[in-house]
């Protein structure tokens, strides 16, 4: 039994268990507000994941499965572009965005952190297309993972020197202050 499924939050909830055996599909429900994590519903996603996996190395199995099932559902719905829904619609999913980015950050997950630099441009097209007011911008979100994760996975700043000083360049212009 990992250390995630031995953790007392976790022990209260089937989701860990669903996260080991179905990484993707489990963040999903998660992120969408569906997952079983009574009763401790009252938590958002990025609250709920920060409780059970802040602190874990990041070869526990349960947070290489978090690090797995996320850059699947992102890279899932990256591949199929910007939904054609309504606007409400489209609030909910940038914000299920935004947490999935939050998340990523916050943990610094490697394996997402890592493929985020290497495919940044693909990455960053996709985000800036998901704004759609200053507090659902997926853009912001994306690069926000990206700073609070440079060193994850074994990378470092200088994959995207360039970027961030373009970044601090705009601001305030190009980009928000």
């Given at each position: 039994?990992?250390?995630?499924?031995e953790?007392?939050?976790?022990?209260?909830?089937?989701?860990?268990?669903?996260?080991?055996?179905h990484?993707?599909?489990?963040?999903?429900?998660?992120?969408a507000?569906?997952?079983?994590?009574?009763?401790?519903?009252g938590l958002?996603?990025?609250?709920?994941?920060?409780?059970l996996?802040e602190?874990?190395a990041?070869?526990e199995?349960?947070?290489?499965?978090?690090d797995?099932g996320?850059?699947?559902?992102?890279?899932?719905?990256r591949?199929?572009?910007?939904?054609?829904?309504?606007?409400l619609?489209?609030?909910?999913?940038?914000?299920?965005?935004?947490?999935?980015?939050?998340?990523?950050g916050l943990?610094?997950?490697?394996g997402?952190?890592?493929?985020?630099?290497?495919r940044?441009?693909?990455?960053?097209?996709w985000?800036?297309?998901?704004i759609?007011?200053?507090?659902?911008?997926?853009?912001?979100?994306f690069?926000?993972?990206?700073?609070?994760?440079?060193?994850?996975?074994g990378?470092g700043?200088g994959?995207?020197?360039?970027?961030?000083?373009?970044?601090?360049?705009?601001?305030g212009?190009?980009?928000?202050?």
């Amino acid at each position: 039994m990992t250390a995630v499924m031995e953790a007392p939050l976790a022990a209260a909830t089937a989701w860990p268990r669903s996260l080991i055996d179905h990484p993707e599909d489990a963040v999903g429900q998660l992120l969408a507000g569906y997952a079983d994590i009574s009763p401790y519903n009252g938590l958002s996603a990025r609250s709920y994941v920060l409780t059970l996996f802040e602190g874990l190395a990041d070869d526990e199995a349960g947070r290489k499965a978090l690090d797995a099932g996320l850059l699947a559902w992102l890279e899932k719905r990256r591949k199929a572009g910007v939904p054609d829904v309504p606007p409400l619609h489209l609030e909910k999913f940038v914000g299920e965005v935004q947490e999935a980015f939050d998340i990523v950050g916050l943990l610094g997950l490697p394996g997402c952190a890592e493929d985020f630099r290497t495919r940044y441009v693909a990455w960053n097209n996709w985000a800036g297309r998901l704004i759609v007011s200053r507090q659902r911008d997926a853009r912001e979100a994306f690069w926000r993972a990206l700073a609070l994760s440079q060193r994850a996975g074994g990378g470092g700043t200088g994959q995207l020197e360039s970027h961030w000083l373009a970044v601090c360049e705009s601001a305030g212009g190009g980009f928000p202050a």
